[in-house]
């Protein structure tokens, strides 16, 4: 006899749902975004329309839509759905999922999708327990991140998984998945007199940055909020007020470990060294605000300093100097006036990498080349008059005190071979150094 009460007891669950919840896609159709991977003739369209699909690995930022993707491609395959947290799954359940699956599979000829939630949480035991049958296409494994899995995942698990990145949503796809909660009579708001003005729609397609759950999140405060107690429900209207006090402060997609820490600590770089005062100004910004120490963002700054502008403008480096120690003594919020100031004098000054290049090549030349002894005229006095009496020579090169000669410019050989690794660029004050070193190493050569 089938039970009486199941319905009312799936409708009382249904009724407790948040919003995020109840609109979370029923079809591919419905799927926000992703058209990368999901477009027609995409990667994971053509396995979807042929049938194919094997082991995924699904990694992006949160509220993307990886776990609903993932029960869409098993309602698509027609595959059981099992879900497990990766990160408090055991053997012993690893080990009956397998044993469900074979039994499905030999008694149903249906084949089964585990999906791992927090797959980069996944230890080499619990792998070792499901990888022979991940292989043997018992299980098909879906295992979803918001790690770089190149870094985080299992090498084992990567080389045997098709990787797909699914990307923030943009602004129009979260509005399109709002209106759609707004409008819809069963799952969303369609029944009530709601009306919801276009900057609220706006403001937070922008404050969930590409976060649909936390959009949806958002209206549903706005909504609940403002219904009230009334017997009958009266008409809801939603303004930018109203949406901006539901959302509150703006989620900061920014993981201080991941790739989100390096992504911008790059994109800072190479603004002030493209000369984009500001550019990098922003990207200070986010990472201030995200919770990124100070003092990580400054000696970057200081690395930049000698990297990208060196001696084309000897004061940056003083500059970034000063900008780390006042940062280690005002500390957070005085010091992002510091660091502001900083990059931007950075960002407008002169650009050369010629000392990196020029450490970079003796490195390489050290490291890979034939070493060059100390020519015995530069050597240390007291080794030299050792080794002369060693030699019974009392002699050898003398060594030219520099400060002796025109214009106290050395004119001796300090190296022993012909070699160049300093190139002057011609920006900024380098412009002048280039002439003079042009002039130094002419009379160089015109005493040899």
């Known amino acids: 006899m089938g039970d009486l009460w199941a319905s009312r007891r799936a409708a009382a669950v249904r009724a407790v749902e948040p919003l995020a919840q109840r609109l979370r896609p029923c079809t591919l159709d419905e799927f926000?975004?992703?058209?990368?991977?999901?477009?027609?003739?995409?990667?994971?369209?053509?396995?979807?329309?042929?049938?194919?699909?094997?082991s995924l690995i699904l990694h992006g930022p949160?509220?993307?839509?990886?776990?609903?993707?993932?029960?869409?491609?098993?309602?698509?395959?027609?595959?059981h759905f099992?879900?497990?947290?990766?990160?408090?799954?055991g053997v012993k359940r690893i080990r009956e999922l397998i044993d469900e699956a074979r039994s499905r599979l030999e008694l149903e000829g249906r084949r089964t999708i585990l999906f791992l939630d927090e797959i980069h949480r996944f230890t080499k035991a619990q792998q070792d327990v499901l990888l022979g049958d991940v292989e043997r296409g018992l299980i098909t494994l879906i295992g979803a991140t918001t790690e770089n899995p190149l870094f985080a995942v299992n090498s084992a698990l990567v080389s045997r998984s098709t990787l797909l990145r699914l990307e923030a949503l943009d602004?129009?796809?979260?509005?399109?998945?709002?209106?759609?909660?707004?409008?819809?009579?069963?799952?969303?708001?369609g029944n009530l007199a709601l009306t919801v003005s276009d900057d609220a729609l706006r403001l937070w397609a922008t404050k969930c940055d590409g976060d649909a759950r936390r959009a949806l999140t958002a209206l549903e405060v706005a909504v609940l909020s403002s219904q009230g107690n009334q017997a009958v429900p009266a008409p809801i209207v939603i303004d930018r007020q109203v949406a901006e006090d539901s959302i509150q402060q703006k989620a900061a997609v920014y993981d201080a470990t991941g790739d989100e820490h390096y992504d911008v600590a790059s994109a800072l770089i190479k603004s002030v060294r493209?000369?984009?005062p500001d550019?990098?100004?922003?990207?200070?910004?986010?990472?201030?605000?995200?919770?990124?120490?100070?003092?990580?963002?400054a000696r970057r700054l200081a690395i930049l300093a000698s990297e990208d502008i060196g001696n084309a403008d000897p004061r940056a480096i003083m500059v970034a100097?000063?900008?780390?120690?006042?940062?280690?003594?005002?500390?957070?919020p005085e010091c992002r006036i510091t660091l502001a100031q900083a990059a931007i004098y950075l960002a407008l000054a002169p650009k050369s990498n010629a000392s990196y290049l020029a450490i970079e090549e003796a490195l390489a030349d050290v490291r890979e080349g034939r070493t060059i002894p100390v020519p015995?005229?530069?050597?240390?006095?007291?080794?030299?008059k050792a080794a002369d009496m060693s030699k019974g020579s009392g002699g050898g090169a003398a060594y030219a005190y520099a400060h002796d000669s025109p214009g106290g410019i050395g004119t001796q050989d300090y190296l022993g071979v012909d070699k160049t690794y300093y190139r002057p660029s011609q920006h900024g004050l380098e412009r002048q150094l280039a002439e003079l070193l042009e002039q130094i190493r002419a009379s160089r050569e015109g005493t040899k």
């Open 62 to 79: 949160p509220g993307t839509g990886k776990t609903t993707l993932a029960e869409l491609i098993a309602s698509r395959t027609k595959r």
């Open 321 to 332: 100097s000063a900008a780390w120690q006042l940062v280690e003594r005002i500390g957070m």
């Open 279 to 297: 550019a990098a100004v922003y990207w200070i910004a986010r990472m201030l605000d995200a919770g990124e120490d100070p003092r990580f963002i």
């Open 171 to 189: 602004e129009e796809a979260i509005v399109g998945v709002l209106r759609r909660a707004i409008a819809d009579p069963e799952r969303g708001y």
């Open 82 to 89: 099992e879900r497990e947290n990766a990160a408090s799954v």
């Open 32 to 54: 926000a975004g992703q058209t990368h991977i999901l477009g027609p003739g995409k990667l994971l369209r053509r396995m979807l329309d042929a049938d194919t699909i094997s």
């Open 274 to 276: 493209g000369s984009d």
């Open 376 to 384: 015995v005229h530069i050597k240390d006095a007291n080794v030299r």
